[in-house]
């Protein structure tokens, strides 16, 4: 007949605990992976840009979506035309609470008369 020492017992123990809190962390981060990997970043050039843009423009529905007023890009050197589909996070300590329901930021760069303008949606 075997004795179990003490020294056994803690350490079963432990390894006990430490099973049990890894499966609470699984069960916390497994579904935020999941729902943020659901979403890709979207990058469309050229042709399909264009077309991907007007594509949403004729589907997109003003309840689902707020316009983007048409502004000039200030940024650097940009192939054009460029369509993005990217996701927006809200942080509420930074962020007034205006784009609060939206999680995905649609954007369309073109170029005009040699400026580049930028218009879409903002997408819930």
Do not use: H
């Amino acid at each position: 007949m075997e004795t179990v020492t003490l020294l056994e017992l803690v350490f079963s123990a432990f390894s006990a605990i430490g099973a049990l809190m890894a499966g609470v962390a699984a069960i916390v981060v497994i579904p935020k992976t999941i729902k943020s990997s659901m979403f890709n970043n979207e990058t469309y050039y050229g042709d399909e840009a264009k077309e991907r843009y007007e594509e949403m423009k004729a589907t997109v529905s003003s309840d689902y979506a707020v316009v983007i007023e048409p502004f000039e890009y200030g940024g650097g050197r940009l192939n054009t035309p460029k369509f993005e589909l990217t996701k927006y996070i809200f942080d509420k300590q930074t962020m007034g609470q205006r784009r609060k329901n939206y999680k995905r930021v649609a954007k369309f760069y073109d170029d005009e008369g040699g400026k580049i303008i930028v218009k879409g949606w903002w997408l819930k």
